[in-house]
Nanobody, 123 residues
Framework: QVQLVESGGGLVQAGGSLRLSCAAS????????MGWYRQAPGKQRELVAN???????NYADSVKGRFTISKDNAENMLYLQMNTLKPEDTAVYYC?????????????????RGQGTQVTVSS
């Protein structure tokens, strides 16, 4: 079983910063990619940023220059540094990962998501 657990959300004033963390655990053989998604009330879930195993990153236009995604391969950790936060960044942020795990002695490819962490930016 693979689990993703996010932390680091909270309430912050506009212009402030937060750092989200995501810990991946379980029978992990290889992590192909990891990313952050968010969903605001009444809106569809959207990609915030993702990072491939080789380190290539991709950001939503709305967060470019303000957010930075990074990972610690040794610890199976994913981070999102969010600076210059805006009220429109308010959402539940989810960690997502494509992971090859060991199940019953065989590699299994799966897509996993954490339970989410709330980020609220006040104006």
């Amino acid at each position: 079983q693979v689990q993703l657990v996010e932390s680091g959300g909270g309430l912050v004033q506009a212009g402030g910063s937060l750092r989200l963390s995501c810990a991946a655990s379980g029978s992990i053989f290889r992590i192909n990619s990891m990313g952050w998604y968010r969903q605001a009330p009444g809106k569809q879930r959207e990609l915030v940023a993702n990072i491939q195993s080789g380190g290539i990153t991709n950001y939503a236009d709305s967060v470019k220059g303000r957010f930075t995604i990074s990972k610690d391969n040794a610890e199976n950790m994913l981070y999102l540094q969010m600076n210059t936060l805006k009220p429109e960044d308010t959402a539940v942020y989810y960690c997502n990962a494509e992971i090859v795990s060991w199940e019953a002695g065989r590699p299994q490819l799966g897509n996993y998501r954490g339970q989410g962490t709330q980020v609220t930016v006040s104006s």
